[in-house]
T-cell receptor
């Protein structure tokens, strides 16, 4: 089975540009999570979806960040306009929820550098 | 609010046992997890324990749970240089529907194994 697939693996762009990160969750999983990891703040949950519906976006830093999940097999995290402080590794994870809890499975991340 | 605390660093010699400790706050958590992150990679699930258990063993890994003190530990026997990584403790929390779809992560413990 393929795991969680993220693209691109690395992104380097200039501040002010729009950045779009992509994620394909594991087939059959009904939860999808976006995280950001930095040295200073560790792993932060940005937003998560259940059955394609955003459940909690309280971790999204500001209006420059937006996330969508148009269908069960695809999600995007967009930053517009990007700033140097957005540089981090962004992880997508998916899980199957329900009463019998299942662990989250992580993608390999997108390393984002904003110059 | 929910919080998960871990010490940031641990250094051991190859062949010794490593013990990584974690405390959590949400007494309703029913699952607790240990993830491993190697440099440049995503988080991999190592093991997890259900809250009605106090111990779980899986080859070189032993997880101990003290639910009264909300304390979780991960013991790695015969630690090898390949075990050098960051180890994250995580607790599950209930979402709006009562399903446990979300995790709260600690900041991670960086394990260094010296030959």
């Amino acid at each position: 089975d393929a795991g969680v697939i993220q693209s691109p693996r690395h992104e380097v762009t200039e501040m002010g540009q729009e950045v779009t990160l992509r994620c394909k969750p594991i087939s059959g999983h009904d939860y999808l999570f976006w995280y950001r990891q930095t040295m200073m703040r560790g792993l932060e949950l940005l937003i998560y979806f259940n059955n394609n519906v955003p459940i909690d976006d309280s971790g999204m830093p500001e209006d420059r960040f937006s996330a969508k999940m148009p269908n069960a097999s695809f999600s995007t995290l967009k930053i517009q306009p990007s700033e140097p402080r957005d540089s981090a590794v962004y992880f997508c994870a998916s899980s199957w929820g329900g009463l019998n809890n299942q662990p989250q499975h992580f993608g390999d991340g997108t390393r984002l550098s904003i110059l | 609010g929910e919080d998960v605390e871990q010490s940031l660093f641990l250094s051991v010699r190859e062949g010794d046992s490593s013990v990584i400790n974690c405390t959590y706050t949400d007494s309703s958590s029913t699952y607790l997890y240990w993830y491993k992150q190697e440099p440049g990679a995503g988080l991999q699930l190592l093991t997890y324990i259900f809250s009605n258990m106090d111990m779980k063993q899986d080859q070189r890994l032993t997880v101990l749970l003290n639910k009264k003190d909300k304390h979780l530990s991960l013991r790695i026997a015969d630690t090898q240089t390949g075990d050098s990584a960051i180890y994250f403790c995580a607790e599950s929390i209930l979402d709006y529907g009562g399903s446990q779809g979300n995790l709260i992560f600690g900041k991670g413990t960086k394990l260094s194994v010296k030959p």
